[in-house]
């Protein structure tokens, strides 16, 4: 038979089948994958085969994964060989941004950028709390509205308080796998719950919030996006991935000299700076510094380029 992943609790994972019926599926033996060993190589999103064990009880065995469109890893905070993959198959990735309480910060935004364009999942900005936009507030999302979707990012604003553009952002979710990012506090709870409300997620407001402390692991999950009516359809209207209590990915395996391919507007004049290897730093006849000063590119986004790059350790291989 064959299924999908939607969440992962460790050695077990829940997956559903394309009629909707749901199997507790494990792995037997150790699976190598695109050159990765891992004890753990199934993530959510992944399309898997499997073998009921005990139908009585829904319980399966993984006997193959499928290969991945594309994936997200994670690099582990505290060994750096380590990496965990998060949600393949991926069809956009959504990041929730504020620009009050809390704020998110233009190198954030830049850096998860970055990410998708590495991982090839296309990224939609999503700027919430719109509600709570005074004049600086508005400025700032227009001039960032201009900046992003200039160089290709759809840009949406939307307020879980009074909803507005909550209908056009539903419909970006139509027919795809969504993966849901953002700083803590941005309102995804507020966003999923707006969407499902079946779901009932926890908001931060909670008073007595009896948290399991930040450091509680949290594992991806996907949601079905209900449809017009709950019958049983093959394909759900589209899916959501949630990943609480992950605040960033890793940049994992980019080098200094692609990191500018991850910048589309300095993709664009890739091969045409005097250096072929030209970090668009020092370098004489540079054509992407030369379309900072010419205002064709952003100064923003070339400090958010210098700033990463810097923090790109060259590898000594
Ligand atoms: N004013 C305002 N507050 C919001 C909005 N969305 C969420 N919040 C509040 O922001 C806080 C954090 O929201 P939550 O959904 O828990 O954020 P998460 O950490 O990203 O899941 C809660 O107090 C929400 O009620 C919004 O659009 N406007
Ligand atoms: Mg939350
Ligand atoms: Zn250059």
Request: proline share 4%.
């Amino acid at each position: 038979m064959t299924g999908k992943v939607y969440k992962s609790t460790g050695s077990w994972y829940v997956v559903k089948t394309g009629s909707g019926e749901t199997w507790n599926a494990r792995l037997k033996g150790v699976f190598k994958l695109d050159g990765i060993t891992s004890t753990n190589p199934v993530a959510v999103g992944d399309d898997i085969d499997f073998e009921p064990e005990n139908a009585e009880d829904g319980t399966a065995i993984i006997t193959e994964i499928h290969d991945r469109k594309n994936y997200i890893n994670r690099q582990s905070p505290s060994h750096r060989m380590q990496h965990h993959i998060v949600a393949a198959n991926i069809d956009q990735s959504l990041l929730v941004v504020t620009l009050k309480e809390p704020r998110t910060s233009q190198g954030f935004i830049d850096r998860w950028l970055v990410t998708c364009e590495a991982y090839h999942v296309p990224a939609i900005l999503l700027f919430n709390k719109c509600d709570l936009y005074r004049k600086k507030e508005e400025d700032r999302f227009g001039e960032w509205k201009e900046m992003y979707e200039a160089i290709g990012y759809r840009v949406y604003r939307m307020s879980m308080q009074t909803g507005e553009g909550l209908s056009a952002v539903r419909e970006l979710l139509r027919g795809k796998i969504s993966l849901l990012s953002g700083h803590s506090g941005v309102g995804k709870s507020s966003f999923l719950n707006a969407i499902f409300p079946a779901l009932r997620l926890k908001t931060q407001d909670v008073s007595g919030w009896s948290g399991k402390g930040i450091h509680t692991t949290t594992f991806a999950e996907m949601f079905d996006l209900p449809g017009k009516d709950q019958e049983k359809i093959a394909e759900p209207v589209g899916r959501i991935i949630d990943t609480p209590g992950m605040r960033e990915f890793g940049l994992v395996d980019i080098t200094r000299q692609e990191l500018s391919g991850y910048f589309p507007e300095m993709r664009a004049l890739a091969g045409q700076c005097q250096f072929n290897n030209c970090l668009h730093r020092e370098e004489p006849g540079c054509v992407v510094k030369e379309a900072v000063r010419e205002g064709n590119i952003a100064e923003d986004r070339y400090v958010s380029y210098c700033t990463i790059l810097d923090s790109i350790e060259e590898h000594p291989y």
